[in-house]
């Protein structure tokens, strides 16, 4: 996290508030390398989210099949995949405050099942347990790697709301610093 987020979250916040815009990191782009390249970083930054977000419909059809097997294989899981999509999509053109209160939601029904863990495991807790590492040999450090950049990633999204935001100046730098200070 320092090494990786720090400096990408000191980054996003100077440029963000040198460049209070909306267009953020493609404002960036275009203001240090002109308008061909600005789009260049639009484009395949709009193609990375579009990949990127292919992925949950289908990762939660897999978490579901836990409990509702059917769902699984065949065309009964495709059926539900684009389904779900169809009404993500569907919600995303009815507005953005029906998205807000969905997300909101998402956000608590996603959080539960991590709220009932801590909750059931804190008393079985074994604090020799905390400091107990596996040997570097039964690491998958590819796969442990991939997702320590995929989670400490993504700190130059918050540049997209720069324009919104009042005292950009101020609030930029403090929100992005809020995580580190806590």
């Known amino acids: 996290p320092l090494v990786w987020s720090v400096p990408e979250a000191l980054v996003t916040a100077e440029l963000a508030t040198t460049f209070p815009s909306n267009s953020g990191f493609v404002g960036w782009v275009t203001a240090a390398f002109g308008p ?64 807000g209160w969905i997300s909101f939601v998402l956000a608590i029904l996603i959080l539960m099942p991590f709220a009932y863990m801590v909750v059931v495991g804190l008393p079985q807790l074994r604090m020799e347990n905390l ?41 930029f730098p403090r929100a992005l610093a809020s995580p580190w200070l806590q």
């Open 131 to 171: 400091l107990v590492m596996p040997p570097a040999s039964d690491i998958d450090w590819t796969g442990y790697l991939n997702v320590l950049f995929w989670n400490l990633n993504y700190w130059d999204t918050a540049s997209t709301l720069a324009g919104e935001v009042h005292d950009v100046q101020r609030t």
């Open 36 to 99: 061909f390249w600005g789009f260049q970083e639009g484009f395949l930054s709009w193609l990375s989210s579009v990949v990127d977000c292919a992925i949950y419909p289908v990762l939660f059809r897999d978490y579901l099949v836990f409990i509702w097997p059917a769902i699984g294989d065949g065309a009964a899981g495709h059926v539900f995949i684009v389904a779900l999509t169809l009404l993500l999509t569907g919600l995303n053109y009815v507005g953005l405050s029906i998205v």
